[in-house]
């Protein structure tokens, strides 16, 4: 693979484009002058993740395979926000986004990769074409992130990456064989890249929602029992929920975690509700 964008002498011009650029536009938020890409960023947790950056002053460089949509929103988060194409399983498509990232605001500090699909299926019926797609985006799509911004951040000797697994990515459910298979992929790769990575200064963390209420993952409001009572918190997540987590894990405050997962799942996977114990007459109240 060839980048001459990244031979020696890169590094410089991302400096100079910083002072120019990110601390220019920067205010005093946790991630002021930080440059972050999120992929998947049109909608759900990707818009909310880059609506909280913006809020601690970064700036986002948006990047999605839904073009309009992923236009308006960086309109509306304003100069510190840009838009770039982006099909994450395309290598040539992550070079003109390291390159948009580097021309909009000088240099690249942070990668959320954020990209991913869902296809229910069984073990036996599901199609091998949905496991690869599957994997292709959730798994390749995160491997060819990390490789694109990884020479720009060694330049620098400093970056955080944050990938958004599952928490599909702790156990195992039925109809979710692709789903389950990538997002385990995608904790491990995190851990091998964090090993490879962290001498260099870059940090690499797994973020681990569980259900969280976006267009992969529609509540119905008439059925509210199908998600909200297996939450010790009493409610299924938001995107913001997980927002707040990229956000600190792209910070410093975070600054000596790296190959470490993050579970944002309201208890759900770490607390078991009982209803009732075998042989006690008594059900539990349930959180509301
Ligand atoms: N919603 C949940 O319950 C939940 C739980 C755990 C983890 N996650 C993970 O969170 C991430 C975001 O999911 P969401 O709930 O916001 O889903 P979503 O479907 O609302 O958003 C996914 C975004 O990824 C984009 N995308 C899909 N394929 C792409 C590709 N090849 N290249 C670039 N962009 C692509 C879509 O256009 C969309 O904007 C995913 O990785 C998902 O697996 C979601």
Known sequence: ???????????ARFSRKRDDEASRLAGGGVLASRVVIVTGAAQGIGAATSRKLIGEDACVLLADVQVEPGRALA??????????PLDVRDEHAWTEVVDVAIDSFGTIDGLVNNAGVLRL????????RDFMDVLEVNVLGTFLG????????????????????STAAMTGANRTIAYTSSKWAVRGLTKAAAAELGADGIRVNSVHPGPTETAMNPVDRDRPDDWSVEYPLGRIGQPEDVANMVAFLLSDESAYCTGAEFVVDG???????VRRFAGDPDWMTPPR
């Open 1 to 11: 693979m060839t980048r001459d964008r990244r031979k020696p002498g890169a590094g």
């Open 75 to 84: 309109k509306e988060l304003g100069p510190r926000a840009a838009f770039c």
């Open 121 to 128: 299926g069984d073990l036996e019926t599901l199609e091998t």
């Open 146 to 165: 990390i490789r694109s911004v990884a020479e720009v951040m060694k330049s620098r000797g400093r970056g955080v990456v944050v990938n958004i697994s």
């Open 267 to 273: 208890g759900r996977s770490n607390c078991t509700l």
